[in-house]
């Protein structure tokens, strides 16, 4: 564990930009061991993050078989009966969708009834692992977290308490030894909630949109598709990013576009542009795809969503920010 914390304290965490407040609080969680839940809306990075924390894990020697047990101290029948070779484990990562329907067999483990018929119901190699045991020594990625049911949510509690999986009254007792990055959408609002005794095993760390233009313009550059033979001017596309995080802000808007929104936008006005034969991405490119690319990645409040269609209240906000800002609409 003390390499794996030296590589955190020099880590940087450039696969993210910015997030500087979130990388300091996830360094801190990590350097004591802790458990953690991302908390924040879809497409600022939590993914990104979690797999940056694993590159940071150093090489393991475990065993070769579905426990990753510790050659040193094995528990699964097939390492005790001598047979497994060992192999080096790199950068564990084991990614698990929460969901109402996971259940704690599937991530724990589950007696298999046919080889229970050959070796007996109670006997440890009737046994097929669950997801969770790849990620012995590594990190298991709970991707949203709070869509697991409040059995499963039990079930994962004892084990990140034990470092342990039991199964019921089985008598099987293998290692599960790992680190829990979740994740948590603070606008889902149609799932279970975490219980208070289950939040209180995690860290909780807030990630929002990037946090000045600047910084989402260099992700737009980074991951935006370019086309051959269409070029979209740098002005062009600060506007749109200035669009998007405006509304952001707007009081009308309660669940708000994203980064992939932002870069939505560009890719589509650019691909639009290469379509009608332009050379460079127009103003009325943009207007052409910005309701189809924005009005479902965003919704209204109660209040006006009577009144409009998300893709009306799109288009008349972008008409009124091209008025606003001097758009220029012809080409070039
Ligand atoms: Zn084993």
């Given at each position: 564990m003390t390499e794996f914390r030296k590589a955190i304290m020099k880590a940087d965490l450039s696969e993210i930009l910015g997030q500087e407040r979130v990388k300091e609080e996830l360094k801190s969680a990590l350097i004591t061991g802790r458990n953690i839940v991302l908390v924040g809306?879809?497409?600022?990075g939590k993914t990104t993050l979690a797999k940056a924390v694993a590159h940071l894990l150093p090489p393991q020697t475990v065993n070769d078989c579905p426990f990753h047990c510790?050659?040193?101290r094995p528990s699964c029948p097939q390492c005790k009966a001598g047979k497994a070779k060992t192999k080096m484990l790199d950068q564990a990562f084991v990614r698990v969708q929460g969901s109402p329907d996971l259940t704690a067999e599937d991530l724990l483990g589950d007696i298999d009834p046919i080889k229970a018929l050959e070796f007996g119901p109670?006997?440890?190699?009737?046994f097929t692992p669950g997801k969770i045991f790849r990620a012995n020594k590594g990190i298991l990625f709970f991707d949203e977290i709070n869509r697991a049911s409040e059995k499963l949510q039990n079930a994962l509690l004892q084990v990140l308490e034990e470092k342990r999986v039991t199964i019921g009254s089985y008598d099987i007792d293998f290692e599960a030894d790992f680190l829990l990055i979740g994740t948590m959408n603070p606008e889902d609002t149609s799932t279970e909630k975490l219980s208070d005794v289950f939040l209180d095993r995690f860290d909780m760390i807030h990630m929002g949109y990037p946090e000045t233009a600047s910084v989402e313009h260099q992700i737009v550059m980074m991951r935006r598709q370019t086309l051959e033979g269409v070029s979209m001017p740098e002005r062009l596309q600060q506007q749109i990013i200035t669009f998007v995080r405006q509304l952001r802000t707007d009081k009308n808007i309660d669940r708000k576009p994203g980064v992939r929104a932002t870069i939505g936008v560009v890719d589509r006005a650019t691909s639009t542009a290469l379509l009608r034969g332009h050379k460079t991405v127009t103003v009325d490119d943009v207007v052409a795809v910005v309701a189809s690319v924005l009005s479902h990645r965003m919704s209204l409040k109660p209040s006006i969503r009577y009144l409009e269609q998300p893709e009306q209240y799109i288009a008349k906000q972008f008409q009124t920010f091209v008025r606003d800002h001097d758009m220029d609409g012809g080409e070039g």
């Open positions: 809306p879809p497409g600022v510790d050659p040193q109670l006997s440890p190699q009737s």
